[in-house]
């Protein structure tokens, strides 16, 4: 990816420690209306690091051939999850939260992260994966939608501002080991 300031590369890296809670914080609070407190991250995190992923975009800045180019690393996407065991004793995974920053969105970020995070439940045995979304999310239904979840429950009134949600769900083949998602790369976004 090129950009007018200099040259931009995008990887995801799992979650490395305590010290990537604000990078994750000011992404997600960006498009709450509610913040989450520092123990919904850690409770996730702390627990199921494997299951969260940053995109990290570095960008190379005032490169001459003479000086080195200056390089800001930001953190420009995310997603966090768990994976346990439902009352009925299935394998399930959950995604608390999706986040692409604002000017980054449309351009399969979003999809990246969340192909990337099934992938890894995948081969942890997951067998299926739910999540909330908003019933006026329309960018993170489509997104979710597009890769195969489906609408299996309609939460009236689900958050606290009165708005409804749907659960969605993606049930997982276990038949298959290369399953949707046998060409990702974690560093592929480049
Ligand atoms: C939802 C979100 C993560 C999507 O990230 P993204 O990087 O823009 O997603 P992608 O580029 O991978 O888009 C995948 C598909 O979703 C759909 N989509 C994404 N944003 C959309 C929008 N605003 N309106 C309609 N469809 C949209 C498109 O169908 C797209 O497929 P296409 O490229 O073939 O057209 C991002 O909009 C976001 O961070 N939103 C705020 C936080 C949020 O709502 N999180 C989800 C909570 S459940």
Not at 50 to 58: I, K, R, Y
Not at 74 to 98: F, N, P, Q, T, W
Not at 101 to 126: A, I, N, P
Request: charged share 30%; glycine share 8%; aromatic share 8%.
């Amino acid at each position: 990816m090129e950009a007018a300031e200099g040259r931009r590369h995008v990887r995801l890296v799992t979650y490395r420690g305590s010290e990537d809670i604000p990078l994750l914080c000011s992404l997600i609070e960006r498009d709450l209306s509610e913040p989450y407190s520092t123990y919904t991250y850690r409770y996730f995190l702390d627990s199921w690091p494997q299951f969260g992923l940053l995109a990290m975009e570095s960008t190379t800045s005032g490169a001459s051939k003479t000086a080195e180019g200056e390089v800001r690393d930001e953190c420009i996407g995310c997603v966090v999850c768990k994976l346990d065991r439902s009352r009925h004793g299935v394998l399930r995974g959950y995604i608390a939260m999706l986040a692409v920053r604002h000017d980054r969105r449309q351009s399969g970020l979003g999809t990246l992260l969340v192909e990337t995070v099934l992938m890894k439940m995948h081969e942890s045995g997951c067998e299926e994966v739910v999540l909330e979304a908003e019933l006026s999310n329309r960018g993170a239904l489509a997104l979710y939608e597009k890769l195969g979840f489906v609408r299996d429950k309609l939460l009236e009134k689900y958050y606290l501002n009165g708005s409804s949600a749907y659960r969605l769900k993606l049930k997982m083949n276990r038949r298959s080991d290369s399953m949707l998602f046998a060409d990702m790369d974690e560093d592929a976004y480049t």
